[in-house]
């Protein structure tokens, strides 16, 4: 996995609701916590942006998905972010898809854009994005 360039403005925080960006099976997600993180501050919540694994749940979509709970990368968010040559990107919702324990996605294919800094972190999920922006 490799680093960042881009200031990346973590906007979602436990218990955000992301909609499913691949045909995997699942629909909504609810995020109950962020992998990597260490401790955090007391009284603050872990937060999280495009290009991190966050651990959440699976509140609509196939019945083998549902309440099951899931490893999931953020591609899109709502709050804009900054990148290195001073342009900011903002999406019109927060999205990710569901990812195997080894970062392979488990669908096939992405509905919508998909924020370039994850495909620098994770060049495999960069071959079923159908845009990369």
């Known amino acids: ?3 960042l360039a881009t200031k990346i403005s973590k906007g979602l925080i436990p218990s955000s609701v992301l909609t499913c960006a691949d045909n995997s099976g699942a629909r909504t997600l609810m995020i109950i916590n ?5 401790g955090a501050t007391k009284g603050r919540y872990t937060s999280s942006g495009v290009g991190d694994i966050v651990i959440a749940s699976v ?3 196939t019945p083998q ?10 591609i899109r968010q709502k709050s804009p972010m900054r990148r290195s040559n001073g342009m ?9 898809i ?3 324990d080894a970062n392979l ?3 096939t294919e992405v509905k919508g854009a998909m924020a370039r800094e994850v ?3 994770y060049i495999k999920l960069a071959g079923i994005a159908s845009r990369v922006v």
């Open 88 to 96: 900011r990107v903002r999406f019109e919702d927060n999205a990710g």
């Open 1 to 3: 996995m490799k680093g």
């Open 34 to 38: 962020r992998l990597g993180k260490g």
């Open 119 to 121: 495909v620098e972190r």
């Open 59 to 61: 509140k609509s979509g």
């Open 105 to 107: 996605a488990i669908g």
């Open 65 to 74: 998905y549902i309440k099951k709970k899931v490893r999931v990368v953020i």
């Open 98 to 100: 569901l990812v195997s």
